[in-house]
């Protein structure tokens, strides 16, 4: 499963070139009153820590105000606001109610099936409170784990808060992640507690979710005490008395009094495993005050918010890191009024999203590339049927979003007045790093830009040093930044060697960038073995390892290959073992994606399996994936004199052409 590491970098959009051009300058009247000034770049570039210290005490509120902005004595391990004390929760609500915005919307919830629920901020603070105390209950304590494995609905934000609330770390698994994938999260983590639902609605139908929760803990020995189910869909459960406890029971009952006790800076906050280049999901490490300061700020100046008039949606999943910035922490600590919705976007039918754009008067859209590609796809008579003038800034976030998306997204969406922020970060930087500010920046489509005031995120050749305007590279970030991650959990040394031992002194993203003549950031796609379908971070090594685990496989080799809706897509290449390699290849195929399906999680299915007799290898055994890339993107195949066998390419293309 070695690999020549020169797959990922080819994953750009094609048309790029032909727009580079193009920008569009801040509309006046926007600039005029936007949040976002010139200045902050200014004011950031002259004393970057002084700049976040101000920010960090403008947006929060502190019970112990910090004397140190930023303790770097001990790199890459950081401390932001060291000695500074506060909590999270009474952050994103108690401090709202108490300035007299309790009556102010929270959350807008909107449930696949129609149904629909208001959170104010009182209201959502009480509810904080009774999980805060009901977690207490069940033994929870400050420093511990609770595994979140719930859909969107209003209970995830409450756990998320409730756990920040009592300084225990969340640990979200995404809800279509396997029992297996849940399960080694929870032992990664040793969580305490489990909140799950009994089920969530997918497409129209009821979709189980409890019952991984129970095949992950099936065999009694994992670290988990409670679980404590939402009744979302009405689903069956089986139920394990002493372990199992319905939310109804155990939070609605608990009392709503609750004081947030204030914990230093450095407090974790959550844990969100993401993929890398092994096999192994690594554990992303979030603390505090640093995250919640990048968070706030990126979310009031990249989205222009007016917490008192906008309402805000941002379509991602809470079990992912743009659902943990930019759904719970940012909106909420800036008390803003947002949308969520549980289901997909053509359910019940394809014009759903502009259908609650509508209805709630969105005023700004933070979703996925992939998405915007669909909706070309279905066309735009769709959204063309809705009232989409509330619309006044969108966001696009996950991938490389390709100007033909992204000219889209402004014309059809936008109605050719809002301006477009594409903004690049990673699970890892816990908050926006490069983006424009809307009514400062002119706009590219396709470029994310430029790195934010206090960010200093460069393009650098192989040997470290800055490529000019016009070059092309490797994405890092210069200096340390308040929203950073800490550690991975468990392994500080796997922290150390995946992002800051590749050039000394810098954070290396694993991303390939390049700029422009103006000096802008093009984003090229990964580097590395880490493939990024529809915006979902997956691993090579991780479904080749999978495969491999099933009996009929002797060897595999996973590539992302270009895709036209999904950014890249899923293609693997598979040696059977002896007598399974006589089975009906067809079959074979399908067992294997399912396969993968029920030991990663759909997300992770290859979209083709192709059982071939051998893999392109070198005569040193290594895999040269490139290769295998080349067929699965249809193109010629690139030089292939290094292999032990020439002729294997040859037969492999032809049967994927098949
Ligand atoms: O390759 C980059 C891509 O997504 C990766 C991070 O994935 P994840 O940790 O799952 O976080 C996704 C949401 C922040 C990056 O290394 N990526 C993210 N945003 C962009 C992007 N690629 C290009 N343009 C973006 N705006």
Same mark, same amino acid.
């Given at each position: 499963?070695?690999?020549?590491?020169?797959?990922?970098?080819?994953?750009?959009?094609?048309?790029?070139?032909?727009?580079?051009?193009?920008? &569009?300058?801040?509309?006046?009247? &926007?600039?005029?009153?936007?949040?976002?000034? !010139?200045?902050?770049?200014?004011?950031?570039?002259?004393?970057?820590?002084?700049?976040?210290?101000?920010?960090?005490?403008?947006?929060?509120?502190?019970?112990?105000?910090?004397?140190?902005?930023?303790?770097?004595?001990?790199?890459?391990?950081?401390?932001?606001?060291?000695?500074?004390?506060?909590?999270?929760? =009474?952050?994103?609500?108690?401090?709202?109610?108490?300035?007299?915005?309790?009556?102010?919307?929270?959350?807008?919830?909107?449930?696949?099936?129609?149904?629909?629920?208001?959170?104010?901020?009182?209201?959502?603070?009480?509810? @904080?409170?009774?999980?805060?105390?009901? &977690?207490?209950?069940?033994?929870?304590?400050?420093?511990?784990?609770?595994? @979140?494995?719930?859909?969107?609905?209003?209970?995830?934000?409450?756990?998320?808060?409730?756990?920040?609330?009592?300084?225990?770390?969340? %640990?979200?698994?995404?809800?279509?992640?396997?029992?297996?994938?849940?399960?080694?999260?929870?032992?990664?983590?040793?969580?305490?507690?489990?909140?799950?639902?009994?089920?969530?609605?997918?497409?129209?139908?009821?979709?189980?979710?409890?019952?991984?929760?129970?095949?992950?803990?099936?065999?009694?020995?994992?670290?988990?005490?409670?679980?404590?189910?939402?009744?979302?869909?009405?689903?069956?459960?089986?139920?394990?008395?002493?372990?199992?406890?319905?939310?109804?029971?155990?939070?609605?009952?608990? %009392?709503?009094?609750?004081?947030?006790?204030?914990?230093?800076?450095?407090?974790?906050?959550?844990?969100?495993?993401?993929?890398?280049? #092994?096999?192994?999901?690594?554990?992303?490490? $979030?603390?505090?005050?640093?995250?919640?300061?990048?968070?706030?700020?990126? $979310?009031?100046?990249?989205?222009?918010?007016?917490?008192?008039?906008?309402? =805000?949606?941002?379509?991602?999943?809470?079990?992912?890191? #743009?659902?943990? %910035? =930019?759904?719970?922490?940012?909106?909420?600590?800036?008390?803003?009024? !947002?949308?969520? =919705?549980?289901?997909?976007?053509?359910?019940?039918?394809?014009?759903?999203?502009?259908?609650?754009?509508?209805?709630?008067?969105?005023?700004?859209?933070?979703?996925?590339? #992939?998405?915007?590609?669909?909706?070309?796809?279905?066309?735009?008579?769709?959204?063309?049927?809705?009232?989409?003038?509330?619309?006044?800034?969108?966001?696009?976030?996950?991938?490389?979003?390709?100007?033909?998306?992204?000219?889209?997204?402004?014309?059809?969406?936008?109605?050719?007045?809002?301006?477009?922020?594409?903004?690049?970060?990673?699970?890892?930087?816990?908050?926006?790093?490069?983006?424009?500010?809307?009514?400062?920046?002119?706009?590219?489509?396709?470029?994310?830009?430029?790195?934010?005031?206090?960010?200093?995120?460069?393009?650098?050749?192989?040997?470290?040093?800055?490529?000019?305007?016009?070059?092309?590279?490797?994405?890092?970030?210069?200096?340390?930044?308040?929203?950073?991650?800490?550690?991975?959990?468990?392994?500080?040394?796997?922290?150390?060697?995946?992002?800051?031992?590749?050039?000394?002194?810098?954070?290396?993203?694993?991303?390939?960038?390049?700029?422009?003549?103006?000096?802008?950031?093009?984003?090229?796609?990964?580097?590395?073995?880490?493939?990024?379908?529809?915006?979902?971070?997956?691993?090579? *090594?991780?479904?080749?390892?999978?495969?491999?685990? $099933?009996? *009929?496989?002797?060897?595999?080799?996973?590539?992302?290959?270009?895709?036209?809706?999904?950014?890249?897509?899923?293609? *693997? &290449?598979?040696?059977?073992?002896?007598?399974?390699?006589?089975?009906? $290849?067809?079959?074979?195929?399908?067992?294997?994606?399912?396969?993968?399906?029920?030991?990663?999680? *759909?997300?992770?299915?290859?979209?083709?399996?192709?059982?071939?007799?051998?893999?392109?290898?070198?005569?040193?055994?290594?895999?040269?994936?490139?290769?295998?890339?080349?067929?699965?993107?249809?193109?010629?195949?690139?030089?292939?004199?290094?292999?032990?066998?020439?002729?294997?390419?040859? !037969?492999?293309?032809?049967?994927?052409?098949?």
């Amino acid at each position: 499963m070695s690999s020549d590491q020169s797959t990922g970098s080819e994953t750009a959009p094609m048309d790029n070139l032909s727009h580079e051009s193009r920008s &569009f300058a801040p509309d006046p009247a &926007f600039a005029r009153d936007a949040v976002a000034q !010139q200045s902050l770049y200014a004011e950031a570039g002259e004393d970057r820590l002084a700049f976040w210290a101000a920010q960090a005490r403008e947006l929060l509120t502190w019970e112990t105000d910090f004397t140190e902005t930023l303790d770097w004595s001990n790199p890459p391990f950081a401390r932001w606001f060291g000695d500074g004390r506060l909590n999270a929760a =009474y952050n994103a609500l108690d401090r709202h109610v108490e300035a007299g915005n309790g009556e102010r919307v929270a959350i807008h919830f909107e449930g696949e099936p129609g149904d629909t629920r208001t959170y104010t901020y009182a209201q959502l603070t009480e509810e @904080v409170k009774k999980a805060a105390n009901a &977690f207490t209950a069940l033994g929870v304590t400050a420093g511990d784990r609770v595994a @979140v494995y719930l859909p969107m609905i209003p209970e995830a934000v409450i756990t998320m808060l409730a756990c920040a609330r009592i300084g225990a770390a969340h %640990s979200v698994v995404f809800g279509g992640f396997s029992a297996d994938a849940l399960r080694s999260r929870i032992d990664d983590a040793e969580a305490k507690l489990v909140v799950t639902a009994d089920g969530t609605w997918r497409r129209g139908k009821p979709s189980a979710l409890k019952t991984a929760v129970d095949a992950a803990l099936a065999d009694g020995k994992s670290t988990v005490e409670n679980v404590v189910v939402v009744k979302r869909n009405g689903e069956p459960v089986e139920w394990t008395e002493g372990r199992d406890q319905w939310w109804a029971d155990t939070v609605e009952t608990a %009392s709503a009094e609750h004081t947030a006790e204030a914990f230093e800076a450095e407090q974790p906050l959550y844990i969100l495993y993401t993929s890398g280049t #092994t096999g192994r999901p690594k554990g992303i490490l $979030h603390t505090t005050g640093g995250y919640l300061t990048q968070a706030a700020f990126t $979310h009031r100046n990249v989205f222009d918010l007016r917490p008192e008039t906008d309402v =805000y949606w941002c379509t991602a999943d809470i079990g992912w890191v #743009t659902g943990h %910035s =930019y759904v719970v922490y940012g909106p909420l600590v800036n008390g803003a009024t !947002q949308v969520i =919705y549980e289901g997909t976007p053509d359910t019940p039918h394809q014009g759903r999203w502009w259908e609650l754009v509508q209805k709630y008067g969105v005023t700004i859209l933070y979703t996925a590339p #992939t998405a915007i590609r669909t909706m070309m796809k279905w066309g735009e008579d769709i959204p063309g049927q809705y009232d989409l003038s509330s619309l006044r800034v969108l966001g696009s976030v996950g991938e490389p979003i390709n100007p033909e998306a992204w000219m889209w997204y402004r014309r059809v969406i936008g109605g050719e007045r809002c301006p477009v922020v594409d903004t690049w970060w990673q699970t890892e930087t816990g908050a926006i790093m490069i983006s424009p500010l809307p009514g400062v920046t002119a706009a590219k489509p396709g470029s994310a830009q430029v790195p934010l005031p206090g960010i200093t995120a460069d393009v650098v050749d192989e040997t470290g040093a800055s490529v000019g305007d016009g070059g092309a590279g490797y994405l890092v970030v210069r200096e340390p930044w308040p929203s950073m991650l800490r550690t991975i959990w468990g392994d500080p040394d796997r922290f150390v060697d995946t992002y800051w031992s590749r050039f000394e002194g810098m954070y290396f993203a694993g991303d390939g960038a390049r700029k422009d003549d103006d000096g802008d950031v093009w984003l090229l796609g990964r580097v590395d073995d880490v493939m990024n379908v529809s915006g979902h971070r997956l691993s090579t *090594a991780e479904i080749e390892s999978s495969l491999v685990g $099933h009996p *009929a496989v002797a060897e595999a080799a996973v590539v992302g290959a270009a895709d036209e809706t999904t950014g890249q897509a899923v293609i *693997a &290449f598979v040696i059977l073992r002896g007598s399974a390699a006589d089975e009906d $290849h067809d079959a074979m195929s399908e067992t294997l994606r399912q396969h993968v399906g029920k030991d990663i999680g *759909a997300i992770a299915k290859p979209r083709k399996v192709l059982i071939v007799p051998e893999l392109p290898k070198t005569r040193s055994g290594k895999i040269m994936r490139r290769l295998l890339k080349d067929v699965a993107e249809g193109r010629e195949v690139g030089d292939a004199t290094t292999l032990a066998d020439s002729t294997v390419m040859n !037969q492999i293309a032809a049967d994927f052409a098949k």
